[in-house]
Nanobody, 116 residues
């Protein structure tokens, strides 16, 4: 079983930056994917970015060039650096972990609010 603890959300003005972090603990598979989804009020949860244990990354088109995902495999952490934030980025951000088999594990969510 894997547990995820997120940190780093908050309130920021448009154009500002925030950094989200997520620490995984428990039975961590050597090969896995970690990343971030977000859910805005009244909208479906959507993928923001993910990174594999091998370092491959993928981003939603809406955040390309503004967000950067990174991870530390030794510490089982994943981070999301968010720059040039827009009001449309306002959402609850969820960290996730997924091994090759099994269902994903989700963090508790952290609120990101971008004011105009």
């Amino acid at each position: 079983q894997v547990q995820l603890v997120e940190s780093g959300g908050g309130l920021v003005q448009a154009g500002g930056s925030l950094r989200l972090s997520c620490a995984a603990s428990g039975s961590i598979s050597r090969v896995n994917t970690m990343g971030w989804y977000r859910q805005a009020p009244g909208k479906q949860r959507e993928l923001v970015a993910f990174i594999t244990s091998g370092g491959s990354t993928n981003y939603a088109d809406s955040v390309k060039g503004r967000f950067t995902i990174s991870r530390d495999n030794a510490k089982n952490t994943v981070s999301l650096q968010m720059n040039s934030l827009k009001p449309d980025d306002t959402a609850v951000y969820y960290c996730y972990y997924r091994a090759l088999v099994g269902s994903p594990t989700w963090g508790q969510g952290t609120q990101v609010t971008v004011s105009s």
